[in-house]
């Protein structure tokens, strides 16, 4: 047991948790009528009809997703593809919606405020849709009205007990319906938690669902909020597919791999399926890497430049993760610019440009202008209202690890990633971070972060990897003509990557004293999810223009099916 919040715990009384298991030789299919009731407790609206729409949306991605494979990938065995909407591949708006269905049904499977820092987050936009104003605090202390709907969830007893499922009988159902209805006050004072730091846009976005659903309980704001999540998601996959045609345009195929994906991954959809910004962040990630592709590839013209900087100026507003892909995307916009200017030359003197590409000198700073006016702006407000430069931000900043140093950093975060150098001081004794951090977790870790599959999925997860890798390489060998040609682009994107990732690790050395060297999470480094995508793609096509289509369709149903199972030990850990 642990000490009991409040009352007795100061005296040192323990609190105890027991389970009364009695035999049987019940089969798991006889569970699934208490399953599907206890899955109907504690939503919104409440009832067995949580468990039908599930089942609803799982068909519907199941034969969403054999259509596609049927009609896009099986395409590449000379079967008619699906056509476009308006300028959109058929194909890419399908990809989104599996993706939208898919973190739909995740919103019914996880329990309100179950999702990983979902109180704070809701708290946030809560603060901003009551007052029209800002968080102010980060100390998790929440309105009235969610403290005791957290209270009747059993929130703090499901916490961080994978042994313990969440409301589970009709009288604490009537319980928290008749104290949602009690019209209590919705106003926080100013506090949202850890999410207090962030910037505002997808809070702000969020107070849309919020105000819609403000004549029901506060569990409808919460469903709708998560809708919206859900809505982001969709963009996120649609963007991974058009990236996808950029970056690998001879298989039209393959981009269909690559859309789905991004669109089954379960952790994704797992983050998309709750209130965080998270969600956002994922979809303007993927709009920036497509529009770098497409420049690329196309070149770069005044409405691009413009396009660039928008998705900066987004991303920068959306979250602080964001400052990570910030440096890589820059040098792209600047080497798109430099291609720019030579084309141009390459013209001869006194050439004029062709119409719609940008002026050469001009692009980057378009681009900037666009992109960095937020900061600009929020740090010039800061400075007019004595608060500090980087508001609550600054704060989160000023967080240290004691006894860190720069190589000590450097260290742990080249640990973090690749094999310890012999002069390295072992930051992560007994364990590989790349297989047991990056890979498994990836594989499956929900809940809070408490819930996986057996070891023996991982383990298969891990032979099946092997022949993708080698059909990765094959095809990298095939192209490797064409990799010079694109080896700026590449460079642009492994930049974006390394700074993504070079952000979590120093994050993580920070907090290292604080969480035991727990704080690294797979989700942070889902920013990249389109050139996961791309690499699927990569590898389908390693198997040739014979086999190639079997191995898509192969990979797509492998992910159809990590998908489904993902949502059942979740299920599993909730409601079992």
């Not at 919103?107 to 809701?122: G, K, M, N, Y």
């Not at 998705?311 to 600047?334: D, E, M, Q, R, Y």
Request: with cysteine; charged share 10%; net charge positive.
């Amino acid at each position: 047991g642990g000490p009991a919040q409040g009352g007795p715990a100061a005296q040192g009384t323990p609190e105890l948790g027991v389970e009364y298991l009695r035999p049987g030789h019940r089969s798991w299919w006889s569970l699934a009528p208490s399953i599907a009731r206890h899955m109907g407790l504690g939503h919104a609206p409440s009832g067995a009809w949580t468990v039908v729409l599930l089942a609803l949306l799982t068909s519907a991605v199941v034969s969403l997703v054999c259509l596609l494979i049927l009609r896009e990938i099986g395409a590449g065995a000379g079967r008619r593809p699906l056509g476009t909407l308006g300028r959109i591949p058929a194909a890419a708006v399908l990809c989104g919606l599996v993706a939208c269905l898919c973190s739909a049904g995740w919103s019914l499977i996880v329990p309100p405020f179950q999702l990983t820092d979902e109180p704070a987050h809701f708290a946030y936009v809560q603060q901003l849709a009551e007052t029209g104003r800002l968080p102010t605090s980060s100390e998790s202390r929440y309105s009235p009205a969610e403290e005791i709907a957290l209270r009747d969830l059993l929130f703090r007893q499901v916490l961080w007990h994978p042994e313990r499922g969440t409301i589970s009988s009709s009288a604490q159902e009537r319980v928290l319906q008749h104290d949602l209805s009690l019209g209590l006050s919705r106003r926080n004072g100013g506090h949202a938690g850890v999410a207090a730091s962030q910037p505002p846009l997808y809070y702000a976005l969020e107070t849309i669902p919020y105000r819609l659903g403000a004549s029901g309980t506060l569990l409808d704001q919460l469903e709708l909020m998560r809708l919206l999540s859900a809505l982001m998601a969709g963009i996120t996959a649609l963007f991974g597919y058009l990236f996808a045609r950029e970056a690998l345009p001879r298989a039209r195929w393959a981009w269909t791999v690559g859309g789905l994906g991004v669109a089954l991954m379960p952790l994704f959809g797992l983050m998309s399926g709750g209130v965080n910004p998270d969600a956002l962040l994922y979809a303007i990630s993927a709009a920036l890497f497509y529009l770098l592709a497409r420049g690329f590839r196309r070149g770069l013209t005044p409405g691009l430049a413009a396009a660039l900087g928008a998705a900066l100026a987004i991303g920068f507003v959306t979250k602080l993760n964001f400052i990570g892909l910030a440096p890589g995307a820059v040098l792209g916009i600047a080497v798109l610019s430099v291609r720019a200017r030579a084309a141009a030359r390459a013209g001869g003197p006194g050439t004029i440009s062709p119409p719609g590409r940008i002026s050469p000198g001009g692009s980057l700073g378009v681009a900037l202008a666009i992109g960095l006016s937020p900061v600009v702006v929020f740090v010039a407000a800061n400075a007019l209202s004595h608060r500090p430069t980087l508001g609550l931000v600054s704060s989160a900043l000023a967080i240290s690890n004691p006894h860190e140093s720069l190589l000590g950093e450097l260290s742990y975060i080249w640990q973090l990633y690749l094999p310890r150098l012999p002069a390295m001081v072992n930051d992560f004794p007994g364990i590989s971070p790349l297989h047991q951090i990056w890979f498994n977790r990836l594989i499956g870790q929900y809940g809070w972060l408490d819930t996986t599959f057996p070891v023996w999925v991982d383990n298969l997860a891990l032979i099946l990897s092997a022949p993708l890798a080698v059909l990765g390489l094959r095809s990298l060998l095939a192209g490797r003509v064409a990799l010079p040609r694109r080896l700026a682009e590449l460079t642009v994107y492994a930049c974006m990557s390394a700074g993504v990732m070079a952000l979590i690790g120093a994050d993580s050395y920070v907090h290292l004293a604080l969480t035991s060297g727990g704080y690294v999470e797979p989700r942070y480094i889902l920013p990249m999810l389109p050139l996961f995508g791309a690499a699927l793609a990569l590898c389908a096509r390693g198997a040739g223009r014979r086999w190639g289509p079997l191995a898509g369709t192969s990979v797509a149903l492998l992910l159809l099916a990590h998908s489904l199972f993902s949502q059942l030990l979740t299920i599993s850990r909730y409601y079992g």
